[in-house]
Each structure stands twice: as structure tokens, then as C-alpha cells.
């Protein structure tokens, strides 16, 4: 069975960091045909995908553009979401996410709560 753990958000003041962690069982990140990515979902908005990375590939969103960076340590099977100069609008529950494009099956974690005050 594929199981997801995100780990490590908290509450940090504005300008603050935090490393997200998503660690994986049942799935092998490194798997050329899976895509993992950290989307987010803030108090009245919509869930939204911050990053993403497929091979050596990562894509990230205009908001978090040079504040956030993705990588997969592939001997942990583990994918991280460094996130930095925080600010009040990064508050989210963060998700994790891995999609194998073959299948089409699509994974997730059961989140991990980011507050960033003022």
C-alpha cells in the first residue's frame, strides 16, 4: 500500500523557515513515470500546487518563485520542501503529492500545518 507522511511544519514568524518532509512507502519516488509535487490549501482558497519535480526537472509557482525549493533524496525516498522569507499568505495545510503517469493512480499525503504569523 503507497502511504505518504508529510513532517515538519509548525508556526515561525514572518521572514522564518521551514524544511517540509515527505517520506514514502509502497512507491519508489525515483521511478522515471512518477511525478511528485507540494501543492498547499490556505482557509478559504482553493487548493493550489507550489512545486513539482520530475527527474532532474522542478517547477515551481509564481508566488513561492525563489523563496522555495524541491528535492528528492532518492537513497531516503523522501522528497523536501525548503521554504523560506515566510509570510502570512504561505499559511496553508501543506501537501504532499506523487502522480505515476503510466497509471494514472494519484497519491497523497495526509498533510502538515504551516502558520506563519505577523
Known amino acids: 500500500q503507497v502511504q505518504l507522511v508529510e513532517s515538519g511544519g509548525g508556526l515561525v514568524t514572518a521572514g522564518g523557515s521551514l524544511r517540509l518532509s515527505c517520506a514514502a512507502s509502497?512507491?519508489?519516488?525515483?521511478?522515471?513515470?512518477?511525478?511528485m509535487g507540494w501543492y498547499r490549501q490556505a482557509p478559504g482558497k482553493q487548493r493550489e500546487l507550489v512545486a513539482d519535480?520530475?527527474?532532474?526537472?522542478?517547477t515551481y509557482a509564481g508566488s513561492v518563485q525563489g523563496r522555495f525549493t524541491i528535492s528528492r533524496v532518492n537513497v531516503e525516498n523522501t522528497v523536501y520542501l525548503q521554504i523560506s522569507s515566510l509570510n502570512p499568505d504561505d499559511t496553508a495545510v501543506y501537501y504532499c503529492?506523487?502522480?505515476?503517469?503510466?497509471?494514472?493512480?494519484?497519491?497523497w499525503g495526509q498533510g502538515t500545518q504551516v502558520t506563519v504569523s505577523s
Open positions: 509502497g512507491i519508489i519516488f525515483s521511478d522515471c513515470d512518477n511525478a
Open positions: 519535480i520530475l527527474g532532474g526537472n522542478s
Open positions: 503529492n506523487v502522480k505515476n503517469s503510466h497509471s494514472g493512480r494519484t497519491y
